[in-house]
């Protein structure tokens, strides 16, 4: 466990943060429901899930961030439905959290976008509180993202990977138990690249 375990009265009074502050680095139970996330890959802890809001499809880069109504698509699909959000503040988040996953070393733009939150610790009416204070509202998700991602260097550095297809720009976290997952998914990018290699053995042995 660490230092930033929440407690049960951050939940309470504020459930969307909970989930966050705690150690969980997978998340788990978001499901976009009625809204149409055209992403290929969802569910990866709320750091990577923001990374994953560019893709390449057809070989071309789609972000959704840039895309009408794209922003309120991911703001509901990572359980921040009705959250204020600054839009350079979460690329500004979105970009240092791919330079920090690709690079360890790189923490002057992760550490600008944590400079616009700090978690403050009191004795509230029920007990223990920690809250997250933010300079700007719009700040708070950014920072939750770029929070996570100091949870999932905890937790596994060495597990948070880009998708073994070079063509691909997706990112996870792999919690496998053998932690020996390659693909972003077997179906997107698995499967194509044992195709390949299928293809170029028959082809070998002609
Ligand atoms: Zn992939």
Redesign the pocket.
Known sequence: MTSLHASNHLGERDGLEEQYLTCQVRQTGYTASAVDDPR??TGEPLALDLVNTE??QDGERRDLLAEPGGIDVWLHAAGHPDAAVDPDGLRAARDAIRATAADHGDAAALNAVLAHGRLVERLGPGGPERMLEVDDEGWRVPWLAAQNLLELLRAGPDRIR????H????HFFDGSRSGRRQ???MA???NRAKARRHYERTREQD
């Open positions: 290929p890959l893709w390449i880009r998708c073994a297809n063509a691909c720009i997706l693909w972003c998914s997107a990018c698995g």
